[in-house]
């Protein structure tokens, strides 16, 4: 399959990811939109790394794993801790850094 | 008469665009579901889809990291959080923000597919992979001896989040104010 | 405290490095400009470092009990040492910016030191004016510096003092100009005409900071600064004529204001600036080490009055008029005895300290190369002035019926009195110094001071020294009406006399009044309706523009997201289409 058949699934993706994660209201789904934004960049690194025969867009894919584990991990006590704090789960009532 | 070669490469394209197409479509799953607990399950199914293709693109080692980080230790994390939280659906309304996203989005996602098809990216040719590229003994060379301070700098990483973790979920803060209006 | 004995013990061994430059790194480096922290070790620096050293060391134990009572106690001494630090790195500093840095350091520590007492209106005002004072001198310094740089391309002492010679013959103009901007700096931090109001009115500070700053260090920095910069004097005649010009005015013109004073720290605070004058005339006139030697000498003694006064004014509960003392030589055996070894050594009582550096002057002002009689005859006016007026002091507070009811007076504790008698000695027998002063400090000036030997002028100035004492006692001791019948009969000039020539007066009506109506004005006109209008006004739409703006910061995450998404579509429209 071409380079290009690559590019556009990946493409889109990201879009998905970057369209749920600015519509969804639900935080955790904000967060997995996220995950898809990342995942679509992983994904290119390691089908480019195959094209281009060299192990480091694996070992950068190996890295982004790593920091959105900690990211996710982090993400979700955050968004627990608010939850114990407010009960209430929608981002738009988090607005008191409102200028 | 085809030839055995073209035959496998057929195939071999043939599954790369279906679970490809899969991994869009399990994509807009994630993002469309209203119940959280649906929007999970599809981005497991994502990212099952998403390791297959690694496996397909010579990278062993991570499509098996993918199947065990993602689709199992930090969709299970997913999970317990909805199943604590309680998975609310969520109402959509339209909203000028919502379309003025969509837009926008769209936008985004033709000038990507435009960068990509028409724009001035040149197709890159490595040679044939070697027998162990992507296992997990080729990555384990590379990372410790080419990106051992990296490497070593990743597990502090995950070690502060692993405290900032306990640090936030075991104390508990009082309730902000909240501000009168 | 710990600090000033770690540098006294430091220094006191005399290092005989000459001229040795001690780089402890490289500050700025910015094309053809280089600045190092660089210390300066030679004799005059090492001089000056012992004499600040070892004077305020006896000044620290002194305030020590001086100060015992007063709730402030551990402000008091970090002031007091950062004025030591300051000093030093004056007296250390290897180029002219550290120099500056120094000088305007010391400005600040004795800002600090003389308004200590802040709850007192006057202390603070008495601070404020020397600091603007010394804040001219300043300017001067800077000034100076800045042209010194224009026409050397370096700061640092060495270097310029290497290449002065080859560069100007004497009298050239940019000399004459560098020296004169330096003097501004050296006459207000030294209280000569005509920036010398500050100093009586500081002695508003706690006693200790008046023998400190007053005395003994700050205002010898002026003397310093000219000895240190003698190779431009040199190249600059004219100069020194005008510095020995303004040195034995200034003597003569503090010491007849110091005759009418009551006020026991003003007088000696004029008196202080009396003997400035004999070292700036030692200066003009070339003999620097005799005026070195006179700024050590003086030192030790005006720092023994100054805290002589002291005890006195801690025994009384803080008087300081000397009309309300008097008789107290019996309860102050000690103080008294000190006292009047300062006076003496002062007066320039023969085998004194005093007299060894003041009658060199002196007698160098006739016979130096430069000097003159007319320098002479006033140096030996103002020297019977001198001794008339230390005298003066002396008898109406040791001498006569205590004219205080009420005070209760003691001698002073032990802390106090040890340093008294420690700088007694040294101003009793520091004139054994002098030659070893000379040779001391012979490698910077590249000359030994001739001590010229005149038994007739010497013998004048004597007389005038003790004619001063006979009449001071004559007045004050056989009778007091006699007293003021020659007040009535000099009325008019003593009214001038204690109104100091009204100085005060004519800056205020020449400078301070015209100040203030220019300030008035622009406050009204120029301030309220002009600038402020603008200001508010820039102010105000700012904050209307921004409050439309910040109604863009949502709060929200998502529109904040949404601004990214914005952001990326439109960098990569460029990309994609250009």
């Not at chain 2, 998975?87 to 000028?96: F, H, I, R, T, Y």
């Not at chain 3, 603008?534 to 700012?542: A, E, H, I, P, S």
Request: charged fraction near 10%; include cysteine.
């Amino acid at each position: 399959m071409g380079q290009e058949f690559v590019l556009l699934i990946s493409a889109s993706i990201f879009c998905v990811g970057a369209a749920g994660f600015i519509i969804r209201r639900n935080p955790l789904i904000m967060f997995m939109s996220v995950e898809l934004m990342l995942n679509s960049v992983n994904f290119l690194l390691i089908t480019y790394s195959s094209f281009l025969n060299s192990l480091d867009g694996q070992i950068f894919a190996l890295f982004i794993m790593t920091v959105a584990a900690a990211e996710v991990v982090v993400g979700l006590a955050i968004i627990l801790t608010i939850f114990r704090t407010r009960h209430d789960l929608d981002v738009d009532h988090i607005d008191m850094l409102k200028g | 008469m085809l030839e055995i070669a073209t035959v496998f490469d057929f195939t071999h394209d043939m599954v790369i665009l279906v679970v490809g197409l899969t991994a869009v479509l399990a994509s807009l799953g994630v993002v469309l579901c209203s119940s959280p607990i649906y929007c999970a399950l599809y981005l497991i199914g994502h990212m099952i889809c998403l390791a297959l293709l690694f496996l397909l693109y010579n990278a062993e080692f991570l499509a098996v990291v993918q199947i065990i980080v993602y689709a199992g230790a930090v969709m299970i994390l997913f999970l317990f959080i909805i199943a604590l939280l309680g998975g609310k659906k969520e109402v959509q309304e339209n909203s000028l923000h919502r379309s003025m996203a969509l837009a926008f989005v769209f936008t985004l996602l033709g000038e990507l597919y435009l960068s990509a098809t028409v724009g001035p990216t040149q197709q890159v040719h490595g040679e044939i992979p070697p027998e162990l590229f992507g296992t997990a003994k080729a990555i384990g060379l590379e990372l410790f001896s080419k990106h051992l301070v990296a490497f070593e700098l990743a597990s502090a990483l995950l070690l502060v989040a692993a405290v900032g973790v306990i640090c936030l979920a075991k104390f508990s803060f009082a309730p902000l104010r909240r501000r009168v209006r | 405290m710990t600090l000033v004995t770690l540098s006294n013990l430091l220094f006191l061994p005399p290092e005989e490095r000459v001229g040795q430059v001690q780089t402890l790194y490289q500050w700025v480096s910015a094309g053809s400009f280089k600045l190092d922290l660089a210390i300066l070790v030679d004799p005059l620096s090492v001089f000056m470092f012992l004499v600040v050293t070892g004077v305020g060391f006896v000044i620290h134990v002194y305030s020590v009990g001086y100060m015992h009572d007063d709730p402030e106690y551990s402000r008091f001494f970090a002031y007091l040492n950062l004025f030591i630090f300051s000093m030093l790195v004056l007296v250390a500093a290897a180029d002219f910016f550290f120099l500056i840095v120094g000088w305007a350091l010391v400005g600040l520590a004795s800002y600090l030191l003389i308004g200590f007492w802040r709850e007192k209106p006057s202390a603070v005002l008495a601070a404020r004016k020397a600091f603007v004072m010394n804040v001219i001198g300043d300017v001067g310094m800077v000034i100076a510096a800045l042209v010194i740089f224009e026409s050397f391309g370096t700061l640092s002492f060495v270097d310029v003092f290497a290449a002065a010679p080859g560069m100007f013959r004497p009298n050239d103009d940019t000399i004459l100009l560098i020296t004169l901007l330096l003097l501004v700096g050296a006459f207000a931090k030294s209280a000569q005409l005509p920036l010398h109001t500050w100093l009586p009115d500081a002695m508003e500070g706690p006693t200790p900071v008046s023998a400190l700053i007053h005395a003994a260090t700050m205002v010898t920095a002026g003397v310093y600064l000219v000895a240190r910069c003698h190779v431009l004097y040199e190249l600059a005649p004219y100069t020194m004529y005008f510095i020995a010009g303004v040195g034995i005015i200034t003597a003569i013109f503090a010491g007849s204001m110091a005759m009418v004073q009551y006020d026991i720290k003003r007088v000696i605070a004029y008196s202080t600036m009396s003997q400035l004058g004999y070292m700036f005339l030692a200066m003009g006139i070339g003999v620097y080490s005799l005026g070195m030697f006179h700024l050590m000498t003086h030192a030790f003694f005006k720092a023994l009055l100054f805290m002589a006064a002291g005890s006195v004014i801690h025994s009384l509960d803080g008087e300081q008029d000397i009309r309300k003392m008097g008789g107290l030589q019996k309860v102050m055996p000690l103080t008294h005895l000190t006292f009047l070894i300062g006076a003496l050594a002062l007066a320039g009582f023969p085998l004194t300290s005093g007299y060894f550096s003041k009658e060199a002057i002196i007698l160098s002002s006739y016979h130096a190369e430069m000097g003159n009689i007319v320098f002479w005859a006033i140096a030996v006016l103002a020297a019977g002035m001198t001794a008339f007026y230390i005298f003066r002091i002396y008898l109406c507070t040791f001498f006569g019926e205590l004219r205080s009811p009420g005070a209760h007076p003691h001698e002073s504790p032990m802390i106090m009195v040890v340093p008294l008698l420690i700088l007694a000695a040294l101003a009793l027998l520091g004139g054994v110094l002098g030659p070893w002063v000379d040779s001391f400090l012979a490698p910077v000036f590249g000359h030994v001071v001739e001590h010229s030997h005149d038994a007739v002028l010497e013998t004048i100035a004597l007389v005038a020294g003790i004619g001063g004492i006979a009449t001071a006692g004559l007045l004050y001791m056989v009778s007091k009406d006699r007293m003021d019948l020659v007040k009535e009969a000099m009325a008019p000039i003593y009214d001038l006399l204690f109104h100091k020539y009204y100085v005060d007066e004519i800056y205020d009506f020449l400078i301070v009044r015209p100040t203030k109506a220019i300030g008035a004005f622009m406050e009204q006109k120029v301030e309220r309706e002009g600038l402020d209008f603008t200001v508010d006004q820039v102010g105000l739409q700012v904050k209307e523009v921004s409050h439309v703006i910040s109604l863009w910061q949502s709060g929200k995450v998502r529109a904040y997201a949404l601004n990214m998404i914005v952001g990326v579509v439109t960098i990569l429209l460029f990309v994609v289409f250009m």
